[in-house]
């Protein structure tokens, strides 16, 4: 089949590279794509935002399957505009998409489906929202109903930051996501990310991951959309897995077809392992970036065909995904100034030296001048380790790390240790 995949990141390249091998690709584009899913697809100069063009490009080239990286664009409807035309769509409708889209929306699915999560109130007004915290311990989670690229989530260590967290909320700190609110019980444990993929009926657990989300090393500074990943993440047992299987993915699944709002695509669900098990913590509508860079490293098997299948509504029989043994683990490289203000245009060498022995670096934010690879994002590239163990998968990622020559950049130096140190145990 021709397929169609949206997006330019870290994320999309490790899908192109997946979905070039399966079996089942006849041709893949990729709009608008980057220089590393260059040597997978054919790019198309099309946004991944800029719907109608998307939508005239897969008629006028008989694209049968299309595979959305990003959120944008489903949240702004792209999958229900590509059904109409009887595309198959990997990835929700709009009205499905606002399991990550609004925050509220889905707590109040957890509350009916007695989904294990983190108590709450929503708010619709800065009054509601101030009169609210009084109800809560500190320290408490403010967060913005709508989607805030990462941002909207204030964790309050007293009562003084979060009200003037609900006061900026409220006066267009995060544009139209802050109109509403979510107050939130602060929930302790380590955080895990699980994805399952559903054709709107069945659902398929497709494996684990460990995120980083603090910019500096030992988990310090602000939060940036991550900055390096592990999979499996073996804090999340065989027993928890099922756990979160049945308390949390198969409820959402059967509430959002029993409310008419069947969910094709994956679920991304954001864990806290608290003491009194796992709980949802929030879900995203696509892979997560850069936990979607490990899990493809160790996928092995047909990648269109299995997303295919979910996005036909035949998952039943398709085949569980199989995944190599061991570990994945990737450190991203980042610009100078990231997250607030990356540096852009820095110059990038050896990045075909750093992927000898089976290291991968897939590109994130980069762009091909006359004969180089610059930096255009914050997060630049993601290099790319397996192992048999997340310390060599380490060792080895950073191995290729410092073959690389990126002056203007950075990246953490201690990308999975929380599993390294329970390793030398
Ligand atoms: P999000 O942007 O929703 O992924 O949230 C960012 C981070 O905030 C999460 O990864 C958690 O570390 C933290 N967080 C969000 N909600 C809670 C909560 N209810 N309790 C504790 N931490 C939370
Ligand atoms: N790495 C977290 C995310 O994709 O949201």
Redesign the pocket.
Known sequence: MNILLIGSGGREHALSWQLAQSPSCTKLYAAPGNPGIESHAELVAIGSDDIDAILSFVQAHSIDFVVVGPEAPLVAGLGDKLRALAVPVFGPSAAAAQLEGSKGFTKDLCARANIPT?GYVRCASKDAALAALANFTIPV?I?ADGLAA?K??I?AENRDDAEAAVEDMFSGAFGGAGAEVVI????TGE?ASFFALCDGTNVMPFGSAQDH?RVGDGDTGP?TGGMGAYSPAPVLTAELEAEVMDKIIRPTAAAMAADGMPYVGVFFA?L?LTDQGPKL??YNCRFGDPECQVLMMRYRGDLAALLFAASTGKLDQAEAPHFAGGYALTVVMAANGYPATPEKGGVIRNIADAESGGVRVFHAGTARTDNSIVATGGRVLNVTANGVSVTEAQARAYAAVDKIDFPTGFCRRDIGWREVAREAE
Do not use: L, P
């Open positions: 983190a989670v967060k990462g909207g989530v964790i939130e019980e602060f929930m955080e989300k939060n954001g806290m913590i929030e």
